[in-house]
Each structure stands twice: as C-alpha cells, then as structure tokens.
T-cell receptor, first 113, second 115 residues
C-alpha cells in the first residue's frame, strides 16, 4: 500500500530565505505526485504535480519540486520565500493501479519578516 | 465563477444531533469528494462520487452518509453526531475520477464541533 511521509510538521523561515519542504513516499508501483497548498481559512489548491517526464517540476508562485525515484522523494523548494507563502503544504501520492490519492500530514510553513 | 461552495462555514452540534453539510460546484465536474482534516492526520477521504448517480466509501466512512443529488451537488449527512466527528470537512471536485491530469478543486471547508 502506498503512503506519504512529511517529516517536518512546521518549518519557520525568514523572508527571502530559501526553503525546502520534505516529502517521501512508499509505493510498489509507479506513482503520480502532487503538492497542494492551503492558505489560512481556505481549501487546498494544487501547487504542482509530477506525472512523468522531467523530474524537475515547476509550479505556481515560484515553487518547484524534484522527483527522485531512487530516494522515493518529492521535495518542494523555493529559492526566496515571501510572507504570503505562509500556509500549510500537503504532499500527495497516487499510484497507476488504484488511482487512490493519499495525502501526507502537512507541513506548516511560517515566514517571518 | 464560485468554484466549490460549502455551507455552513461553522457548526456546533450536541452529541446525537444530526445535520447535513451541503456542497455545490459550478465547474461541470463529474467527480466529487468529501474529506475530513484533523491535526496531525492530513486529509482523509470519507466518501466520493465518481459520477452522477454513484457513490463509494473512502477511507473513513463510518458514521456518515452521502447523496449525489445531481451533477452539481453532493451532500454529507451525520445521522447521530459524536465528539470524534469534530473536524474540518472539505468538499472537492474534479473533472473525472482519475487523479491523472485531473486535480482536485476544494471548497473553503466547514468547521464542525460536536460537544
């Protein structure tokens, strides 16, 4: 069965600093990978996705993520964060066979001025 | 374009009371979902409807029922609320059931407290 692990429940960072939010998954088959973002008091929205092809995926708001099959990881990065990036970020995985989408427990990114 | 609309935004129930959470989407999506979000547990799927006229259980269906009223609307009912159902509930929709190239669009959530 597939699963998703987000190792950091909270990541505090100062404005304009780089950030990496970690995501590891386990699955016995090929997967689709997603990052969703949840701003305060809102629903989730898709940030980026990996389906196939290039392992470096670019998303909205300057975020990008790299699929690493050997390390079963899909870490999210941004070279310079802004106060408005303060939100909760969810990694999610779905496999080719079941197409069942599993969410991680979320990482709360707090950007300080 | 409203997207996915959920009502109510907040609700407080006493144990044993019943209520229905409403969800409507205006994107002509085929598939709709109900999730619950709890601290430290991420989002868990309660029920989903792959297309109009069908519903299926998700990961945590116990204590809930759903109705796909038409293509636009998908309601979630708690027949006898329990404190364990205190959570934030999200409705979502997608063009089709497959997650491939069919991202979820979420409503803003219903914060439910059961005392």
């Amino acid at each position: 069965a597939q699963s998703v692990t987000q190792l950091d429940s909270q990541v505090p960072v100062f404005e304009e600093a780089p950030v990496e939010l970690r995501c590891n998954y386990s699955s016995s088959v090929s997967v689709y990978l997603f990052w969703y973002v949840q701003y305060p008091n809102q629903g989730l929205q898709l940030l980026l996705k990996y389906l196939s092809g290039s392992t470096l995926v670019k998303g909205i708001n300057g975020f990008e993520a790299e699929f690493n099959k050997s390390q079963t990881s899909f870490h999210l990065r941004k070279p310079s964060v802004h106060i408005s990036d303060t939100a909760e970020y969810f990694c999610a995985v779905s496999d080719y066979n079941t197409d069942k989408l599993i969410f991680g427990t979320g990482t709360r990114l707090q950007v300080f001025p | 374009n409203a997207g996915v609309t959920q009502t109510p935004k907040f609700q407080v129930l006493k144990t044993g009371q019943s209520m229905t959470l409403q969800c409507a989407q205006d994107m002509n999506h085929n598939s709709m979902y109900w999730y619950r979000q709890d601290p430290g547990m991420g989002l868990r799927l309660i029920y989903y409807s792959a297309s109009e006229g069908t519903t299926d259980k998700g990961e945590v269906p116990n204590g809930y029922n759903v109705s796909r009223l038409n293509k636009r609307e998908f309601s979630l009912r708690l027949e006898s609320a329990a404190p364990s159902q205190t959570s934030v509930y999200f409705c979502a929709s997608s063009e089709r059931r497959s997650s491939y190239n069919s991202p979820l669009h979420f409503g803003n959530g219903t914060r439910l407290t059961v005392t």
